[in-house]
């Protein structure tokens, strides 16, 4: 892949970043600022201010203010519904979806929004109901597996696993094995090896070489001292499930975080090196998965399995994201 695919993607970023940081109130966003830049680069979308304002307002008139649509989720909503059509119709829809997933008893918190935001975005190739059912299945095999472990943090994932599954008895079993065999391989057993597990559902090869890759990369990103820490493990998964040389795309990724480093926002003080590595391998994977994707021999299965890992990575980063910054508000109080 041409490097020019990645600086492209990486541009779009930063600029996506700065001008995110001109939100009304943009100060109280967080991590989510770069959450909300680089799901916009992720559509190759620019950050349209006078839309995104108007959506705060949008989602404020909806929703009472204890709403967890008014938490961190609401400006990443704002900005994905910058990129629609008719917003206010569209969030009532996401509002809709909101409630069915609160009367089939999943945890009220702020993960769920985004969940509802996973299902709104998939709702042309899924019965909701049954894809809310379905959730419903695999959280309870995943909470009988890890009691300890599965919490609402795991529901983006299993929204995603439901709606793509041709078989979750299969799907659900091979997500174990990986779990097992990467714990083997010197992933410790923990919440975020069972998030990278569950990213391994979109690995069509099913076999030893794709632990094998995931291993390889971890300990290359590790060597060349550009570590993901364990939160952003499903990146890892990510990177796997695309088809690229280990030691060019860890380059690639060493790379983008060294420049990103030099950009105001992004330093060890502001950003973090962790989360600005984990920022990095996202964008490589995407300027991947865009590459892929656009191939004109590529089948129509590989570019859904595509499709996937993209919205995956994309809930990786979101995830994280909310992970670090309510741990950073629980520290401040």
Known sequence: MKEYVIQNKVKQ????YQQIKKLKGSWSMGMIQYSCALSLAMRNQDVNIEKIEKNMEIIKNNT????NFRGYSMYYIATLLS????AESEFKEIMDIFQLLKEKRFWNDAYLPFVAITLYENKDKIDIDNCINNMKYVYDFMKKHHPFLTSSDDYCRIALISINSRNLDEDLEYIEECYEKLSKNGFYKSNNLQSLSQIMCFDKERNDESINKIV????LLDKEKCKIDSYAY????????LDCSEDIVVNQIKNVSNKLKEVKGFGDWSLGKYNRNMISGAIVSLAYADYLKEKSNIDV?????ILDIIIAIEIACMIAVISTSSASS???N
């Open 330 to 332: 629980t520290a401040s």
């Open 234 to 241: 499903p990146i890892i998964g990510a990177i796997a499930l």
């Open 64 to 67: 009472g203010i204890f709403s």
């Open 83 to 86: 990129t629609k059509d008719n």
């Open 13 to 16: 970023f930063i600029e996506n």
């Open 216 to 219: 390889r990369l971890k300990n």
């Open 301 to 305: 299965i590989s570019n859904n399995i």
